[in-house]
Nanobody, 119 residues
């Protein structure tokens, strides 16, 4: 059973960098051919896919967030990390990490973590 757990600060000041880590257990992030995604849901809005890192370390980003987003990984810890720069209150959301099996399908999700952008 694959499990994912998000971790990071729950409060970020405007203009700063939001950084979250997803720790994966029960499966390796280097296993062919899975992608590992970050998704968020702002209050009252739908799910928004932010980007992904593949089993080989390649990255893909949502065009609307690409200029502010970076996803990396630490294979020794079986973790992948999201960084979102220059945050505004509009970046307030519940952030999820998930395993992406392709065609937009996610089969395992973390529980999500609320990040509030506020001074």
């Amino acid at each position: 059973q694959v499990q994912l757990q998000e971790s990071g600060p729950g409060l970020v000041a405007p203009s700063q960098t939001l950084s979250l880590t997803c720790t994966v257990s029960g499966g390796s992030i280097t296993t062919n051919y899975y992608y590992w995604s970050w998704i968020r849901q702002a209050p009252g809005k739908g799910l928004e896919w932010m980007g992904a890192i593949t089993y080989s370390g390649s990255t893909y980003y949502s065009p609307s967030l690409k200029s502010r987003t970076s996803i990396s990984r630490d294979t020794s810890k079986n973790q992948f990390t999201l960084q979102l720069n220059s945050v505004t209150p509009e970046d307030t959301a519940v952030y999820y990490c998930a395993r992406d099996v392709g065609a937009g399908g996610m089969d395992y999700w973390g529980k999500g973590t609320l990040v509030t952008v506020s001074s």
